[in-house]
């Protein structure tokens, strides 16, 4: 009985150190032994929690963010992907912790419920740098600058597009698709969108529903819209572009179609909308840019200086028309 006991808790705690040696990643080496080989070396590292890989968007971020040793020696990565569930980050976290890396930034996948872990990467002295969603804490030192997009811009950018084409009096039954619950992905281009079409009186959302931001999500819910509501829809909004490719293999299945029958309008601005607006399957996308590994060295190096840096850092973005796709299709970088 005891023996059993006791290799019982061998193999637990052989797996509790490969779970934290896992947060370490894979860009940038792993461990702790690179990484006080990287620190004898003189190399600056950051510790990267992302959310996921759920979209096209995320994994050009990921792509763009593990270059940022390619971009600059003095730099390595660790990189955690969290699977969009907010215990995994936190774990990354407080692995990067122990890992005594120089700077961590976290692409949070919800808003709240960050205060306990910052406190302790605060008081390690090791400064976080929020990308792309942002946090709320009770106390804003926890962190040092967000850099990321403004998603009620973005949510309002996609409520002018259906204004410009439609106008004001048009009567138009929405579906929505929503992002990630309490990201502000999800939280910013909802609450921009819904402002900006508060002066169109016959625009009504008459569906809303989360896909969580993943093609499959997407695709599940826009069926179950069809099913109940498939002859009244005429736009679907959606928060990401791949829930819109999703949806529109949802539409054609149900045998109307896509960019035709059903407006479809989304953010992010990734390669596949880009080819369904150039095959006349979506009308419009408002660009999300993804590409934050350039930015974000920029700011490490900043704060590790020593520097003051803003305490919000945009990123530049614009959007797009069925009509220009053709021409911006190879201009696409994801
Ligand atoms: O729009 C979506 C992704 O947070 C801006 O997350 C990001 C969003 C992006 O899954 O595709």
Redesign the pocket.
């Known amino acids: 009985m005891k023996l059993k006991k006791m290799i019982a808790l061998m193999a637990s705690t052989v797996i509790c150190i490969g779970m934290l040696a896992g947060c370490g990643g894979s860009a940038g080496g792993n461990g702790s032994a690179q990484t006080s080989n990287e620190k004898s070396s003189g190399k600056k590292v950051i510790g990267f929690a992302q959310?996921g890989a759920?979209?096209?968007?995320?994994t050009a971020?990921t792509d763009s963010i593990k270059s940022i040793p390619t971009l600059d020696s003095n730099f390595d990565l660790k990189f955690s992907d969290g699977q969009q569930k907010q215990e995994n980050q936190i774990k990354a976290i407080r692995s990067f912790i122990a890992q005594k890396v120089d700077l961590i930034a976290l692409?949070p996948v919800v808003e709240t419920g960050w205060d306990t872990v910052l406190k302790e990467a605060k008081d390690a002295k090791i400064p976080v740098v929020i990308v792309?969603?942002k946090v709320t804490v009770s106390d804003d030192s926890l962190y040092k600058c967000f850099l990321?997009?403004d998603?009620v811009a973005e949510g309002k950018k996609a409520a002018q597009i259906l204004i410009d084409q439609f106008g004001k009096d048009a009567k138009l039954n929405i579906a929505e698709l929503q992002?990630?619950v309490g990201?502000?992905?999800m939280v910013g281009r909802q609450q921009g969108f819904n402002d900006a079409i508060k002066d169109c009186p016959n625009y009504k959302i008459i569906k809303s529903q989360t896909g969580d931001?993943t093609r499959a999500k997407g695709k599940e819910v826009m069926e179950a819209f069809l099913k109940s509501d498939g002859d009244k829809i005429n736009v679907l909004w959606s928060?990401?572009?791949?829930m819109a490719m999703g949806a529109i293999q949802a539409i054609e299945e149900y045998g109307k179609k896509p960019g035709k029958d059903i407006f479809i309008l989304s953010?992010?601005g990734i390669k596949d909308i880009f080819q369904a607006m150039v095959d006349g399957k979506a009308n419009a996308t408002v660009e999300?840019n993804?590409l934050l590994g350039p930015q974000l060295l920029e700011v490490a190096k900043n704060i590790l200086d020593g520097k003051e840096v803003e305490r919000t850092i945009n990123s530049k973005e614009s959007q797009f028309l069925q009509k220009d796709a053709a021409a911006e299709l190879p201009n696409r970088k994801y």
Do not use: I, L
Request: aromatic share 8%; net charge negative; hydrophobic share 20%.
């Open positions: 959310v759920e979209s096209g968007w995320r971020e692409d792309d969603r990321g997009s998603m992002g990630t990201s502000t992905a931001f928060h990401n572009d791949d953010v992010d999300c993804p």
